[in-house]
Nanobody, 120 residues
Framework: QVELVESGGGLVQPGDSLRLSCAASGRTFSGYSMGWFRQAPGMGRTFVAAVTWRSGGATYYADSVKGRFTISKDNAKNTVYLQMDSLRSEDTAVYYC????????????WGQGTQVTVSS
């Protein structure tokens, strides 16, 4: 029903920046929020950031990325972005885009992920 496709990952040095994109498709797509999660090798999937889909949507960030990452969206393009600045080696992970329909509900839709590697 809904497909999420991430792009923009890559290999960068510590202190560099990357911008991830997630495009949503599907004729019935509607949502309360879209967000980003990440999973490092050998570790669980953790929350990174989210934004509500309404105009002037609120944003939420994990403590580990506050002040460094910025989530934004383009409703007309059904796309959410994650601007990642001052990247650290511990940011290395597969980053997954997700979407959900309600405030209290789970993230129902997931992308396949894009690899971000931060290494010196």
């Amino acid at each position: 029903q809904v497909e999420l496709v991430e792009s923009g990952g890559g290999l960068v040095q510590p202190g560099d920046s990357l911008r991830l994109s997630c495009a949503a498709s599907g004729r019935t797509f509607s949502g309360y929020s879209m967000g980003w999660f990440r999973q490092a090798p050998g570790m669980g999937r953790t929350f990174v950031a989210a934004v509500t889909w309404r105009s002037g949507g609120a944003t939420y960030y994990a403590d580990s990325v506050k002040g460094r990452f910025t989530i934004s969206k383009d409703n007309a393009k059904n796309t959410v972005y994650l601007q990642m600045d001052s990247l650290r080696s511990e940011d290395t992970a597969v980053y997954y885009c997700a979407a959900k329909a309600t405030m209290g509900g789970p993230f129902e839709y997931w992308g396949q992920g894009t690899q971000v590697t931060v290494s010196s």
